[in-house]
């Protein structure tokens, strides 16, 4: 890793303009590490536009930094280096990229996630981080810049976010270490939790309501729906909805939690399981991905039958879960 490193801060030091690039639905995860890799950038006296195709959800605008973040890549410019953090495949950063990104010489691919398929001509993947900020501190460190209360408070939402407040199977000592070092630096627990989890909107609140009234459960599953009408109904937007799986994720016998999000172009399906199922496995299957216990991918096909195929594949990993599970993973 620290090879890896060493080589990232040289094509750092030996290139003058860097596209940065994140994922779809961007998480906290997503947002901290973009801001944080641009404001290192900078540091270093280069260009560094920081671009995510759906923007920074409400919730993040807090993060100092987070307004150079960008939706659309200004078309004048030109990048002598791609960095892609987050994204197990280029199809992840969005299809709006494209364009910018064949003409890129350079590409680095930074990434915790478990289905990473190595495309960049430098790969740093780790997945056994609870959060890529974790990837973006051993950088800093290594780089010897100081990382100033920006820096610190992307890292710590970063870890924050993707540990469910460290709570997690992916939260780690290191996580805790890492996080203790950023209090260290000034950074307020309490105000970050408050800012990210305690400032739900009205349509978010709304949504949340709607959605858990479509709870079932079914022997070890529970299952939430979103449709577009109750989008249109609260006044929401699908930033508002990250959190409502957690809701099926917290019951009592769960093992797998699922969550239906229709979208224009298809279902939305987020994947939750707690000790012996592997959900990434399940979400490659249908072409998306993310971690052990925490997954996503989007079907093109109506409600009902995207439910009858995820609904049959978890049913078939539960059922061969049950013929493995440790007793140590419970
Ligand atoms: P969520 O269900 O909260 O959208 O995502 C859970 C995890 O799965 C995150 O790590 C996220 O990056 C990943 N994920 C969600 N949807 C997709 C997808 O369509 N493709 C891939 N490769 N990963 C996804
Ligand atoms: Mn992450």
Not at 45 to 73: M, T
Not at 254 to 270: D, H, Q
Not at 313 to 325: D, I, M, P, T, W
Request: glycine share 6%; proline share 4%.
């Amino acid at each position: 890793m620290t090879n890896e490193i060493s080589h990232l801060l040289e094509i750092i030091e030996t290139h003058r303009s860097f596209l940065l690039l994140s994922h779809v639905d961007p998480d906290g995860d997503a947002i901290g590490s973009l801001i944080a890799f641009a404001l290192l950038i900078e540091r270093k006296g280069k260009k560094a536009v920081a671009y995510d195709q759906d923007g920074v959800p409400e919730i993040y605008r807090f993060l100092k930094g987070c307004d150079r973040i960008v939706s659309v890549i200004p078309p004048a410019e030109h990048f002598e280096v791609a960095v892609f953090l987050e994204c197990p495949d280029v199809r992840r950063a969005g299809t709006a990229c494209s364009p910018f990104i064949e003409k890129i010489p350079l590409w680095v691919n930074i990434d915790h996630h478990m289905e990473n398929s190595r495309f960049g001509h430098l790969n740093i993947i780790d997945e056994n981080l609870s959060a890529l900020g974790e990837t973006l501190f051993d950088l800093y460190r290594e780089s010897k810049e100081p990382m100033d209360s920006a820096v610190a408070e992307a890292l710590y939402a970063a870890i924050m976010t993707d540990t469910g407040s460290f709570k997690y199977i992916n939260t780690t000592p290191r996580a805790h270490e890492i996080s203790a070092q950023l209090i260290r630096l000034g950074i307020n627990p309490y105000r970050m939790y408050e800012e990210i989890f305690e400032t739900l909107s009205r349509p978010a609140a709304l949504i949340a309501a709607r959605a858990h009234s479509t709870l079932e459960i079914d022997n070890g599953i529970s299952c939430i729906t979103i449709t577009l009408d109750m989008f249109k109904e609260t006044g929401s937007t699908a930033d508002d909805t990250q959190e409502i799986v957690n809701l099926g994720r917290n019951i009592k016998d769960v093992e797998v939690a699922l969550l239906f999000r229709e979208t224009a172009n298809g279902v939305k399906v987020s994947l939750r399981s707690k000790h012996n199922v592997n959900v990434n496995e399940i979400a490659v299957k249908f072409g998306g991905g993310g971690h052990l216990r925490a997954a996503g991918c989007t079907i093109e096909a109506d409600m009902k039958h995207a439910k009858e195929m995820i609904f049959a594949a978890v049913r078939k990993a539960l059922q061969e879960a049950s013929g493995h599970a440790r007793p140590n993973e419970r």
